[in-house]
């Protein structure tokens, strides 16, 4: 199966802030050498937000990370896609997952569910090379790497990436979330991460997964630890941030979609810094 060719790193936000920037805000993006927008927040299935995206640049893609299977047609989604397809050949990746079961009341069986979904993609003609999965333990990434390009963990390390690759081999996609705070001080990006990870420390696949990272009950109990903190959010100088996002790479990722946690008004600044480290321009 061919892997998305999107660069080595992206930009991960909600895909309501990508609505909000203006199109030379995104070109700017563009310009800087991300090669993928990655848009959160379960979307809705007509995906009309990422036509405005593609529309105004030349080359970056968009994903999902992630619509939804519970609250997200597999039909409508993937008229989406060819809708997408047709108009912007290869740029748009559909990334999917099965959410939490603390968010949704159907929430039953996810797995069974997931390949059903897939099921459906495939029946509509979606092809799975243009298919992530939202993955973070062993037997979904394993269906990631049979079913779809590959996966797309959320909130992990360098040493889960490691880990999954070793788990579904060379041919998959990895495409690992890592967020940033442009930051040197310690207790100022912890305070921003915890508010950020505040409602993840309620559901359990991402508290399973950290555990078996080897963080203990400790540290993944509310606010969560420092060590909790500083493994999942990179701070420092911009040295020090691309080398923790790079670390994702030398550990077997084919993409990092960077999180900036700064706020809107500071993505592309935030960019902007960050893209000479990470050897972007």
Do not use: C
């Given at each position: 199966?061919?892997?998305p060719?999107?660069?080595?790193?992206?930009?991960?936000?909600?895909y309501?802030?990508?609505?909000?920037?203006?199109?030379?805000?995104?070109?700017?993006i563009?310009?800087?050498?991300?090669?993928?927008?990655?848009?959160?927040?379960?979307?809705?299935?007509?995906?009309?937000?990422?036509?405005?995206?593609?529309?105004?640049?030349?080359?970056?893609?968009v994903?999902?990370?992630i619509?939804?299977i519970?609250?997200?047609?597999?039909?409508?989604?993937?008229?989406?896609?060819?809708?997408?397809?047709?108009?912007?050949?290869?740029?748009?990746?559909?990334?999917?997952?099965?959410?939490?079961?603390?968010?949704?009341?159907?929430?039953?069986?996810?797995y069974?569910?997931?390949?059903?979904?897939?099921?459906?993609?495939?029946?509509?003609?979606?092809?799975?090379?243009?298919?992530?999965?939202?993955?973070?333990?062993?037997?979904?990434?394993?269906?990631a790497?049979?079913?779809?390009?590959?996966?797309?963990?959320?909130?992990?390390?360098?040493?889960?990436?490691?880990s999954?690759?070793?788990?579904?081999?060379?041919?998959?996609?990895?495409?690992?979330?890592?967020?940033?705070?442009?930051?040197?001080?310690?207790?100022q990006?912890?305070?921003?991460?915890?508010?950020?990870?505040?409602?993840?420390?309620?559901?359990?696949?991402?508290?399973?997964?950290?555990?078996?990272?080897?963080?203990?009950?400790?540290?993944?109990?509310?606010?969560?630890s420092?060590?909790?903190?500083?493994?999942?959010?990179?701070?420092?100088?911009?040295?020090?941030?691309?080398?923790?996002?790079?670390a994702?790479?030398?550990?077997?990722?084919?993409?990092?979609?960077?999180?900036?946690?700064?706020?809107p008004?500071?993505?592309?600044?935030a960019?902007t810094?960050?893209?000479?480290?990470?050897?972007l321009?």
């Amino acid at each position: 199966m061919t892997k998305p060719s999107l660069g080595p790193f992206g930009v991960f936000g909600h895909y309501e802030q990508f609505r909000t920037l203006s199109p030379q805000q995104l070109r700017d993006i563009e310009a800087l050498g991300y090669g993928a927008i990655w848009a959160g927040g379960s979307p809705p299935a007509e995906l009309d937000w990422v036509d405005p995206i593609l529309e105004v640049t030349e080359t970056i893609a968009v994903a999902t990370g992630i619509v939804n299977i519970w609250t997200a047609a597999a039909g409508p989604v993937a008229e989406s896609f060819h809708r997408l397809e047709a108009t912007y050949p290869g740029r748009f990746i559909l990334g999917i997952g099965v959410g939490h079961p603390e968010a949704h009341t159907e929430y039953k069986k996810p797995y069974d569910a997931l390949v059903d979904y897939l099921d459906q993609l495939g029946q509509h003609d979606v092809p799975a090379d243009r298919v992530v999965v939202a993955a973070l333990g062993p037997q979904v990434l394993k269906l990631a790497a049979r079913r779809s390009a590959g996966a797309h963990p959320y909130l992990t390390t360098p040493e889960h990436t490691a880990s999954a690759r070793d788990l579904v081999g060379p041919d998959a996609f990895i495409a690992p979330e890592h967020k940033v705070v442009l930051t040197t001080d310690a207790e100022q990006a912890r305070a921003i991460g915890r508010k950020a990870l505040a409602v993840y420390l309620d559901l359990a696949n991402y508290l399973n997964n950290w555990k078996r990272l080897g963080f203990t009950d400790a540290d993944v109990a509310k606010p969560g630890s420092d060590a909790l903190l500083d493994a999942v959010i990179a701070y420092g100088t911009t040295d020090e941030i691309a080398a923790r996002l790079r670390a994702h790479l030398d550990a077997g990722a084919d993409h990092v979609p960077v999180q900036v946690l700064t706020g809107p008004d500071h993505l592309v600044p935030a960019l902007t810094e960050l893209a000479g480290p990470l050897g972007l321009r």
